[in-house]
């Protein structure tokens, strides 16, 4: 198991990690599954239809509700979900990050309350992968704190310091847990966390830090906060480079098409981003052209797919003007379709990628990319 390097075409890469339940080829796309579910009605199965690869379900949410103690019961969480590929459960670090007004940090872990039912909550390092151990998923992330933006050089670097603390201990009980006998997945990998708000000389000390852990991979996270664009592609830059070339590199939360392009052109593997579902149930879809918004007037009577040629079950049988009635009837479908029709796009986009960068034109494929794509709404 492990990282398997392809073709670089300048810091754009092209891997294969192997992983316990299956090869990812990277880069990669992570379709979210927060509570064990795409929302939008789509199910493992369309996932597998719509080109995914890995999903990511959440430990804070599946700790809360149902419990994992349930789904460990169930058979950890990919058995659960029907969901017969790798799965990475992110470490519940972020969630504490946007409940700032409900927790406390301190150095043995955080307390906050359930977003559910008030419920007083603990959560520290070693309860953070005990819960990811119950829920049997292929990655485990280690917990962190995803730090503010903005904030102050010394409060990021305290909390860098806690964030590495926090990791040694992730290691010593992963390390436990997958030598336990009745541990479901006792192959489960850990992947570390990089933090440093948009101090890139603090970032670069942390990436030197963890790499030390020699883990299976490693991910950067506390971007996509607030920062600007060009902010977190300067991180990257000066990032990237300090963390292991063989092992695969995720920016968690990221993001537009815009974004993975860039991204993946200064090295980054991974992406997970709730976008392409969320916009999808608010009728915004994803082209090669740029965004649509199917509750236009002007779509009322188009009868062109979404995208005309694309292979997904939305754009194989229904006109944009079909799905706008649905939307505008309150249909549950409507959701259904953008969504799976987002996901496709998201997951090609990824399958393109890898593709420009084994045939050595990555740099062309973004650049032709980025010049029919927009951010604007048509």
């Given at each position: 198991?492990?990282?398997?390097?392809?073709?670089?075409?300048g810091?754009?890469?092209?891997?294969?990690f192997?992983?316990?339940?299956?090869?990812?080829?990277?880069?990669?796309?992570?379709?979210?599954?927060?509570a064990?579910?795409?929302?939008?009605?789509?199910?493992?199965?369309d996932?597998v239809?719509?080109?995914?690869?890995?999903?990511?379900?959440?430990?804070?949410?599946?700790?809360?509700?149902?419990?994992?103690?349930?789904v460990?019961d169930?058979?950890?969480?990919?058995?659960?979900?029907?969901?017969?590929?790798?799965?990475?459960?992110?470490?519940?670090?972020?969630?504490v990050?946007?409940?700032?007004?409900?927790?406390?940090?301190?150095?043995?872990?955080?307390?906050?309350?359930?977003?559910?039912?008030?419920?007083?909550?603990?959560?520290?390092p070693?309860?953070?992968?005990?819960?990811?151990?119950?829920?049997?998923?292929?990655?485990?992330?280690?917990?962190?704190?995803?730090?503010?933006?903005?904030?102050?050089?010394?409060?990021?670097?305290?909390?860098?310091?806690?964030?590495?603390?926090?990791?040694?201990r992730?290691?010593?009980?992963m390390?436990?847990?997958?030598?336990?006998e009745n541990?479901?997945?006792?192959?489960?990998?850990?992947?570390?966390?990089?933090?440093?708000?948009?101090?890139?000389?603090?970032?670069?000390?942390?990436?030197?830090?963890?790499?030390?852990?020699?883990?299976?991979?490693?991910?950067i996270?506390g971007?996509?906060?607030?920062?600007?664009?060009?902010?977190?592609?300067?991180i990257?830059?000066?990032?990237?480079?300090?963390?292991?070339?063989?092992k695969?590199?995720?920016?968690?939360?990221?993001?537009?098409?815009?974004?993975?392009?860039?991204?993946?052109?200064?090295?980054?593997?991974?992406?997970?981003?709730?976008?392409?579902?969320?916009?999808?149930?608010?009728?915004?879809?994803?082209?090669n052209?740029?965004?649509?918004?199917?509750?236009?007037?002007?779509?009322?009577?188009?009868?062109?797919?979404i995208?005309?040629?694309?292979?997904?079950?939305?754009?194989e049988?229904?006109?944009?003007?079909?799905?706008?009635?649905?939307?505008?009837?309150k249909?549950?479908l409507?959701?259904?379709?953008?969504?799976?029709?987002?996901?496709?796009?998201?997951?090609?986009?990824?399958?393109?990628?890898?593709d420009?960068?084994?045939?050595?034109d990555?740099?062309?494929?973004?650049?032709?990319?980025?010049?029919?794509?927009?951010?604007?709404?048509?």
């Amino acid at each position: 198991m492990g990282y398997e390097h392809i073709r670089s075409d300048g810091r754009a890469k092209r891997g294969d990690f192997h992983t316990p339940h299956g090869v990812i080829k990277l880069p990669a796309f992570m379709n979210v599954a927060t509570a064990a579910a795409i929302k939008g009605a789509v199910s493992s199965e369309d996932l597998v239809k719509v080109g995914c690869q890995v999903a990511l379900s959440n430990t804070y949410h599946l700790h809360v509700r149902p419990s994992d103690t349930l789904v460990r019961d169930m058979g950890g969480v990919r058995a659960f979900m029907g969901w017969d590929a790798p799965l990475l459960t992110d470490s519940g670090g972020f969630q504490v990050f946007s409940l700032a007004d409900l927790r406390k940090i301190k150095e043995e872990g955080v307390y906050f309350s359930s977003h559910v039912d008030g419920k007083k909550i603990f959560m520290g390092p070693e309860e953070s992968i005990a819960i990811q151990s119950n829920l049997a998923s292929t990655i485990a992330m280690a917990f962190d704190e995803c730090t503010p933006y903005p904030a102050s050089r010394e409060y990021v670097a305290d909390s860098v310091s806690r964030t590495t603390r926090w990791l040694a201990r992730c290691v010593r009980k992963m390390n436990e847990l997958n030598g336990t006998e009745n541990t479901l997945n006792r192959e489960q990998m850990l992947f570390g966390i990089n933090q440093g708000g948009v101090y890139p000389d603090i970032r670069i000390e942390h990436a030197k830090t963890i790499s030390e852990f020699d883990l299976p991979g490693y991910s950067i996270g506390g971007l996509a906060v607030g920062e600007t664009n060009a902010e977190m592609y300067e991180i990257l830059e000066k990032t990237v480079p300090y963390l292991p070339a063989n092992k695969p590199t995720y920016l968690m939360g990221v993001g537009t098409p815009q974004n993975i392009l860039e991204s993946v052109e200064r090295g980054i593997d991974l992406f997970d981003c709730v976008l392409p579902a969320r916009n999808g149930r608010h009728a915004h879809v994803y082209t090669n052209f740029g965004k649509l918004n199917l509750l236009n007037q002007k779509h009322e009577r188009d009868g062109d797919p979404i995208e005309p040629g694309c292979p997904c079950p939305a754009c194989e049988r229904h006109s944009r003007a079909y799905i706008r009635h649905l939307f505008k009837a309150k249909e549950m479908l409507a959701m259904r379709l953008c969504v799976l029709h987002n996901l496709y796009f998201f997951n090609h986009l990824m399958e393109e990628i890898r593709d420009s960068i084994e045939a050595g034109d990555f740099g062309a494929y973004k650049k032709n990319k980025l010049a029919r794509m927009t951010e604007s709404m048509l």
